[in-house]
């Protein structure tokens, strides 16, 4: 049974945001008394957050949907909807959270440490607060928002001091089961370690955690063995440590050629030329190798290595090499810049929602993209002629229409807001956008639709107008 996912694929839902209520205040002899529709709730983000007792995405593996709940629509006296419950995510310290494209959108490292995976809806203004001078009794409200829906990846980079690296059977499960409480599986058969194993150490004042790998061998960047998969582990350690065999019984191995081995596959794995090293040259219980660590000792230490001959076994210089990679970790953690203590909380880009733009696409069809002309549409009621006018008072105010004009719109050209695949379209009329009309959305094809006639679409307008009004008759200015 799989007990340890580092990657995991993650399809997170937002809440969407409450609708909102368009309401007439009633009352005993009072009957009409002003709108007092509520505001609907927004809707719960997908918040990821690291939790440090979480050490895998399993949980995730299991149930890759997740999703907030959404906002309440809003309702009559003035009651706003209640906002949707945020969907708090524990994730392990050291996830990395990519799109599917492969781009690091957060990379969450320490305890705390939050990122908005998927933004909640707003929920829609009721028809109390779109009311205005002007507009005094809106008979309309603004719908919420859809909550964003994004498939995102979680990786995991075990976030260690100190990396053990060494060929299968080396020994780098058994030094962590003896330098720190954690109890990885050993066995005398290669590749007995499939995931990353972490322990902690508690070496005077200093506690640091050490991770190994999967043994790697030669051509593991080209995907041998395990591959080279596994280093991504290693990539946030400040130290490495060589784990080599000296009482390995294969003739073409001997602990100088396997360090150079090793040393060549992270080369080509990249990134962790910077690392201090340590050589570690363990077994040396076994008579053979207590001699043979002896006789490459020099060798190694010519090359610039401080060198430890342990055996995890019968526990020998296990103390030593416990303090000097304790010193090894202090050095590095002082070197570090200071960690916040505050958390962090990552929050996606926020878009540019000052502009909007407007390009012609064809005979007769122009597009408006931005971010408030768009989020204005998905706002609007479309069965509500009151509403349409409202979405076109907006857009005018924001210079839509003036920019369409110059663009060289001409009455009863088509006018798309929104991208390709989900943008509502309108008959577009100068200074009169209002009684726009809503002829494709997703994936119809627009432009196989006749419009009709510039005087059929007045005359319907015309007749939604009186429609609307009719319903305020006897409305009461308050
Ligand atoms: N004699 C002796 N045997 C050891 C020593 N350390 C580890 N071994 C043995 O070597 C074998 C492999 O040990 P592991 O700790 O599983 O090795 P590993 O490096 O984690 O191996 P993989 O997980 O396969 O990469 C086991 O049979 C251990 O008992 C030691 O100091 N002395
Ligand atoms: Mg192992």
């Given amino acids: 049974m799989t007990t340890f996912v580092d990657r995991v694929e993650l399809h997170v839902a937002a809440g969407n945001g409450g609708h909102g209520c368009a309401s007439v205040h009633r009352e005993k002899f009072k009957p009409l008394g002003g709108p007092d529709g509520g505001?609907?709730?927004?809707?719960?983000?997908?918040?990821?957050?690291?939790?440090?007792?979480?050490?895998?995405?399993?949980?995730?593996?299991?149930?890759?949907?997740?999703?907030?709940?959404?906002?309440?629509?809003?309702?009559?006296?003035?009651?706003?909807?209640?906002?949707?419950?945020?969907l708090v995510l524990e994730v392990p310290d050291g996830t990395v959270v990519l799109?599917?494209?492969?781009?690091?959108?957060?990379?969450?490292?320490g305890h705390g440490t939050s990122f908005v995976a998927a933004q909640g809806g707003r929920g829609g203004l009721g028809n109390a607060a779109l009311a205005s001078a002007r507009r005094k009794a809106?008979?309309?409200?603004?719908?919420?928002?859809?909550?964003?829906?994004?498939?995102?990846?979680?990786?995991?980079?075990?976030?260690?001091?100190?990396?053990?690296?060494?060929?299968?059977?080396?020994?780098?499960?058994?030094?962590?089961?003896?330098?720190?409480?954690?109890?990885?599986?050993i066995a005398d058969y290669p590749f007995t370690t499939l995931v990353p194993n972490l322990g902690v150490v508690t070496a005077g004042s200093t506690v640091y955690t050490i991770a190994d790998v999967p043994g790697l061998i030669p051509g593991a960047s080209q995907g041998k063995g395990l591959g080279l998969e596994f280093l991504r582990h290693v990539e946030r350690c400040s130290v490495l440590v060589h784990v080599l065999d000296t009482a390995?019984?294969?003739?073409?191995?001997?602990?100088?050629?396997?360090?150079?081995?090793?040393?060549?596959?992270?080369?080509?794995?990249?990134?962790?030329?910077?690392?201090?090293?340590?050589?570690?040259?363990?077994?040396?219980?076994?008579?053979?190798?207590?001699?043979?660590?002896?006789?490459?000792?020099?060798?190694?230490?010519?090359?610039?290595?401080?060198?430890?001959?342990?055996?995890?076994?019968?526990?020998?210089?296990?103390?030593?090499l416990s303090f000097a990679l304790a010193d090894l970790v202090g050095r590095a953690r002082a070197a570090k810049p200071k960690?916040?203590?505050?958390?962090?909380?990552?929050?996606?880009?926020?878009?540019?929602?000052?502009?909007?733009?407007?390009?012609?696409?064809?005979?007769?069809?122009?597009?408006?993209?931005?971010?408030k002309p768009e989020r204005w549409v998905r706002q609007t009621d479309f069965n509500n002629d009151e509403a349409v006018g409202y979405l076109a008072d907006r857009l005018n105010r924001l210079g839509v229409e003036e920019e369409l004009m110059k663009a060289g719109a001409r009455s009863g050209d088509g006018v798309?807001?929104?991208?390709?695949?989900?943008?509502?379209?309108?008959?577009?009329?100068p200074s009169m956008m209002s009684g726009a009309e809503m002829l494709g959305r997703?994936?119809?094809?627009?432009?196989?639709?006749a419009p009709r006639p510039a005087t059929q679409r007045r005359r319907d307008r015309q007749a939604a107008r009186d429609e609307a009004s009719e319903e305020f008759e006897g409305f009461e200015p308050f």
Avoid: C
């Fill in 248 to 320: 390995t019984l294969e003739s073409d191995r001997d602990p100088v050629s396997d360090l150079d081995i090793i040393e060549e596959e992270l080369r080509q794995y990249g990134g962790l030329d910077n690392r201090p090293r340590i050589v570690v040259l363990n077994k040396i219980d076994v008579p053979d190798g207590k001699d043979l660590a002896e006789m490459v000792r020099p060798d190694l230490e010519a090359r610039g290595y401080r060198v430890f001959e342990v055996s995890a076994v019968a526990h020998m210089g296990l103390k030593e």
């Fill in 39 to 86: 505001n609907g709730g927004r809707g719960g983000d997908v918040i990821l957050t690291v939790d440090q007792s979480v050490t895998t995405l399993l949980d995730y593996h299991h149930s890759p949907h997740r999703k907030a709940t959404n906002g309440k629509p809003g309702e009559g006296g003035n009651r706003s909807g209640k906002d949707g419950q945020d």
């Fill in 138 to 185: 809106p008979g309309f409200a603004l719908l919420g928002e859809p909550g964003d829906l994004h498939d995102i990846v979680l990786e995991l980079k075990t976030v260690a001091d100190v990396a053990l690296v060494g060929y299968p059977s080396a020994g780098k499960s058994s030094l962590i089961s003896v330098l720190s409480a954690a109890k990885p599986k």
């Fill in 339 to 371: 960690e916040e203590a505050t958390r962090i909380v990552i929050r996606p880009k926020a878009v540019d929602d000052t502009g909007f733009t407007v390009t012609r696409e064809d005979e007769g069809l122009f597009r408006v993209r931005g971010e």
């Fill in 442 to 449: 997703r994936g119809e094809d627009h432009r196989f639709e």
């Fill in 416 to 429: 798309a807001i929104g991208p390709e695949d989900n943008a509502v379209v309108f008959d577009w009329e």
């Fill in 99 to 109: 799109d599917r494209a492969g781009n690091v959108l957060a990379d969450l490292v």
